[in-house]
């Protein structure tokens, strides 16, 4: 499956961005989607993940209420709202699918995407 994230940007302290990941290939209701990022200088990191039928998800404690991520199986795309946006999360964002749960492990997930940028600035 090919995946493509778009929807990165500059963003003040404070707003918003969807960020959206769309894939071609394979059955793409076939699998889990994450939302990794990575920072300058940092490792990657788990942001958010959810199933295939989109009943479950799974986020890190920072994100957690004020990043949603959603699915539409019809037009194979998932998408992350990032709300209440900090400097913190400045990173690029890469989308990855894997075939098993909604986990936070970067190497439970076969196929990424490149990445799009948010930055945020305070």
């Known amino acids: 499956v090919q995946l493509q994230a778009y929807g990165g940007g500059l963003v003040q302290a404070g707003g918003f961005l969807r960020l959206s990941c769309a894939a071609s290939g394979r059955t793409f209701s076939n699998y889990a989607v994450g939302w990794f990022r990575q920072a300058p200088g940092k490792e990657r990191e788990f942001v958010a993940a959810?199933?295939?039928?989109?009943?479950?998800?799974n986020y890190q404690v920072s994100v957690k209420g004020r990043f949603t991520i959603s699915r539409d199986n019809a037009k194979n795309t998932v998408c992350l709202q990032m709300n209440s946006l900090k400097p913190e999360d400045t990173a690029v964002y890469y989308c990855?699918?894997?075939?098993?749960?909604?986990?936070?492990?970067?190497?439970?997930?076969?196929?990424w995407g490149q990445g799009t940028q948010v930055t945020v600035s305070s």
């Open positions: 990855a699918a894997g075939g098993g749960g909604p986990t936070g492990w970067s190497t439970d997930y076969a196929y």
């Open positions: 959810i199933n295939w039928n989109g009943f479950n998800t």
